[in-house]
């Protein structure tokens, strides 16, 4: 499975270089959580990195997929969870490759669109599309980086309403984050619903 993004995002773990890795989970993911916007369910993370996320849906009993295309990631996730004494499946793939077994109820999407550059975008939200179950939730946080080139590549929200077309997507209001990242870079919080 080697190509070159899986070399390039392998490299920023080997290196240490994880900028985006907060070392805990999302608070956008807590406030879904306590609001009863996300319940026990089968839900995919994709690019989940070193997967606090995982660990932490795991431990509230939902049935985690996680993806990810750097090994070393796969690993440190692997351990934290049989550290934790808790069950996902982790699988190391390029998402663009993949096809699950069966859709999902729920999908969380933190690092990933951000990650791709923008001509992926699309194929991206067919992705996202195909793997969810009709009336499924994606839990999307859009990066706002207002700066051109990336990653992380700014997601502004005309072009997000454009890949995320109603015809295929139900809006949910905007959850307004107070999480800022490093470099003033910040995050606009939806939930949006598969039609």
């Known amino acids: ?10 490299q920023f773990y080997q290196s240490g270089k994880t900028g985006w890795d907060r070392g805990d989970i999302s608070p956008n993911l807590n406030y879904w959580l306590e609001n009863q916007q996300l319940q026990p ?6 690019g989940c990195g070193n997967g606090y996320e995982v660990l932490h849906l795991a431990a509230k ?7 990810d295309i750097a ?5 440190n996730l692997n351990n934290a969870l049989a550290d934790h004494k808790l069950n996902a499946e982790v699988i190391l793939a390029d998402f ?15 690092t990933s669109l951000c990650a791709l550059s923008p001509e992926r975008w699309q194929a991206y939200e067919q ?3 195909s793997w969810l179950k009709p009336n499924g939730k994606l839990l999307a946080q859009f990066m706002q980086t207002d700066v051109e080139g990336g990653p992380p590549y700014h997601c502004e929200m005309g072009d997000m309403t454009d ?18 990242h490093s470099g003033g870079k910040s995050e606009r919080v939806y939930r949006l619903t598969r039609v």
Request: aromatic share 16%.
């Open 41 to 46: 369910c089968r839900i995919l993370i994709p």
């Open 71 to 75: 090994p070393t990631a796969v690993d």
């Open 96 to 110: 663009f490759k993949w096809n699950p077994e069966k859709p999902f109820d729920a999908l969380y999407e933190q």
């Open 1 to 10: 499975m080697t190509n070159s993004s899986t070399i390039e995002w392998e």
């Open 127 to 129: 992705c996202l599309f």
């Open 163 to 180: 890949l995320f077309d109603a015809a295929r997507w139900q809006w949910s209001d905007e959850h307004h984050t107070k999480i800022v």
């Open 61 to 67: 009993g939902f049935d985690v997929v996680a993806i």
